[in-house]
């Protein structure tokens, strides 16, 4: 168990919903990352979030959005969902989220759009 | 941006054989290199790191190597068993502008070990 917890498990919806997942980040951690993993590819990394601010933006759609809490857990919000958001989503967390900090994931969300 | 190259994409050894991934990185600047290790399902995992002030790291029967002049690094293990069955990820660091600390993925190597 790496600390960092996620809601839900699985996720179903139907095209065109919108959902939010929730991450809560290991105790003492301010950095919380949010990654996507479709079958058979990599972790392609989506934002990062510092101590309740937007640190970085990897490959997030415009209809996905993201915030960090004061209590520093995260939610991620995809919205108008397509057959292609299908995938595993996975949250991580480190301690300041620079210079080789390692990252803590957590069990993920898996999300299938029907 | 960073861009990270992984092969090959499956590997089968057989049990007590060695097993080598490989990766290169294209950010010259990029100074932290983890490998993470994800069984089907499950999480990944950090198994072993290393930071580009030293060129090779063991841990026990993992060994990861640097070679930051040709910006590629590996991982070995070595007496392998079934339990090291699993996706094999490579990362490096992303380390320019307000970027820090992100992780780009290679697209992993997904290694079977047959007893």
């Known amino acids: 168990d790496s600390g960092v917890t996620q809601t839900p498990k699985h996720l179903i919806t139907a095209t065109g919903q919108r959902v939010t997942l929730r991450c809560s980040p290991r105790?003492?951690?301010?950095?919380v990352y949010w990654y996507q993993q479709s079958l058979d590819q990599g972790l392609q990394f989506l934002i990062q979030?510092?101590?309740?601010?937007?640190?970085a933006k990897g490959n997030i759609l415009e209809r996905f959005s993201a915030q960090q809490f004061p209590d520093l857990h995260s939610e991620l919000n995809l919205s108008s969902l397509e057959l292609g958001d299908s995938a595993l989503y996975f949250c991580?967390?480190?301690?300041?989220?620079?210079?080789?900090?390692?990252?803590?994931f957590g069990p993920g969300t898996r999300l299938t759009v029907l | 941006g960073e861009n990270v190259e992984q092969h090959p994409s499956t590997l089968s050894v057989q049990e007590g054989d060695s097993a080598v991934i490989k990766c290169t990185y294209s950010?010259?600047?990029?100074?932290?290199f983890p490998w993470y290790k994800q069984e089907l399902g499950k999480r990944p995992q950090l198994i072993i790191d290393?930071?580009?002030?030293?060129g090779e790291k063991k841990d026990q029967r993992i060994a990861v190597t640097l070679n930051k002049t040709a910006k590629h690094f590996s991982l070995h293990i070595t007496e392998t068993q079934p339990e090291d069955s699993a996706v094999y990820f490579c990362?490096?660091?992303?380390?320019?502008?307000?970027?820090?600390?992100?992780?780009?993925f290679g697209k992993g190597t997904k290694l079977s070990v047959k007893p």
């Open positions: 991580a967390s480190s301690v300041v989220g620079a210079g080789g900090d390692e990252q803590f």
């Open positions: 105790s003492g951690d301010l950095s």
């Open positions: 979030y510092y101590n309740g601010e937007e640190r």
């Open positions: 950010d010259s600047a990029s100074n932290y």
């Open positions: 290393i930071r580009s002030n030293v």
């Open positions: 990362a490096a660091e992303m380390n320019y502008g307000g970027s820090q600390g992100n992780l780009i």
